[in-house]
């Protein structure tokens, strides 16, 4: 029987392993660092995030159907990680926000180019009945990075009295061994384009589900904003600096663990009625994110927050890999992101605005609504045989 994990996949996972330990020694602090630039705050903090994130799923579409068009993965997985390894750690250096804004768009780039053709070749080398194990594996193994990374940052801060900007410029240390592993990736070899035609190739990307998955997708991320404002709505309840650190890491190990529940039983049951779930406990999450006020109660919240996302995520790429086939299935998760692409930018910069004029009750609450509509057009979507 195929390996359910796949050497591919473990390397995959390796580089988000490492990725991510520099990633998140840095996301916890940016908006403390953001705050104290000049024009720094909320509405700010949305615009950098939702420029930043939108321009990364944007490139996951281009990305994805040039993937397939070449029929070659590692390239994109390579310069996208090399490129997001070297830009963030920058941010230490600048003293204004465009600047933020730049090297975050820059990260970001890195990000759209690699997703997609990253996503297609674990799909591509496992086999169907265990592809929520792979991508909950690929999942687990970067929010262990980004456990790793916010202890880090916290050990640097409180125990060597590192300021912010030294503990980002830190982060390009395991951007090294991430170089190293970059260079052995031997993606699975494809079918010629003399052996297949994309021609005959089923448009399972445009098809009745995929557009109603589509459409659920862009509605939920309308509400699903950056979590920056999650780790400011902490901050202004009065968590500390170093709290936040470490509460960044227990969120992502509530990740880890729903990735490792949430792959397999999207094997075991479906990807379907596993993305249901988390979204419904999203929409909760969101809903006592806009009404507690008590520092402890919004502490625990956060954690199981992570829980939800840690679910969602290998059901996703289970679903789409699912409803596409080999020839479109990097065009397809292009597809898939672009979709969160168009609503990720109105949703990081609407938050942050209806926060600034009507309060952070009304932000979470439409970010719960909006989750709730979501959750209510995937029960439209049929599971293909």
């Keep these: 029987m195929k390996k359910a994990i796949p050497q591919i996949v473990i390397k995959l996972g390796i580089l988000s392993l490492l990725n991510d330990i520099s990633s998140e020694m840095i996301f916890p602090l940016l908006p403390l660092f953001l705050v104290s630039l000049p024009g720094g705050g909320p509405l700010v903090i949305g615009i950098i995030e939702g420029v930043a994130e939108t321009t990364g799923t944007f490139l996951k579409l281009a990305s994805g159907f040039w993937s397939d068009r070449i029929r070659r993965r590692t390239p994109f997985v390579i310069f996208g990680y090399a490129l997001a390894g070297i830009a963030r750690p920058l941010i230490a250096l600048v003293s204004v926000w465009p600047m933020v804004l730049f090297l975050r768009f820059s990260d970001r780039v890195g990000k759209g180019l690699r997703g997609a053709p990253r996503d297609a070749m674990i799909a591509d080398s496992t086999v169907q009945e265990h592809r929520g194990r792979a991508f909950g594996f690929q999942r687990m193994m970067d929010h262990t990075g980004a456990v790793i990374g916010p202890l880090i ?26 170089l190293i592993i970059l260079f052995t990736l031997r993606e699975q070899p494809r079918p010629s384009k003399k052996e297949t035609s994309s021609d005959t190739a089923p448009p399972l990307i445009i098809s009745r589900d995929f557009r109603l998955l589509l459409a659920a997708v862009f509605v939920f991320t309308l509400g699903n904003s950056s979590d920056a404002f999650l780790i400011l709505r902490l901050h202004d309840v009065g968590v500390s600096t170093t709290i936040i650190a470490l509460l960044w890491a227990l969120h992502h190990m509530m990740k880890i663990a729903g990735a490792w529940a949430g792959g397999r039983s999207a094997d075991r049951f479906s990807a379907k009625s596993v993305y249901l779930f988390g979204i419904a406990l999203y929409s909760l999450i969101y809903l006592g994110f806009g009404s507690i006020s008590s520092s402890t109660a919004l502490i625990v919240v956060f954690i199981v927050y992570g829980l939800s996302i840690g679910v969602i995520e290998p059901a996703e790429g289970a679903w789409v890999a699912e409803l596409s086939t080999c020839e479109r299935r990097s065009s397809a998760y292009g597809v898939y992101n672009a979709a969160k692409g168009f609503a990720f930018l109105p949703a990081s910069a609407g938050f942050g605005l209806i926060w600034h004029e009507f309060g952070q009750f009304a932000a979470f609450l439409t970010g719960a609504i909006l989750a709730f509509a979501a959750g209510g057009i995937l029960l439209f979507v049929r599971r293909k045989e």
């Design 153 to 178: 940052a916290m050990l640097l801060i409180s125990s060597f009295g590192f300021s912010v900007k030294q503990v980002i410029l830190c982060a390009i240390v395991p951007v090294f061994a991430l």
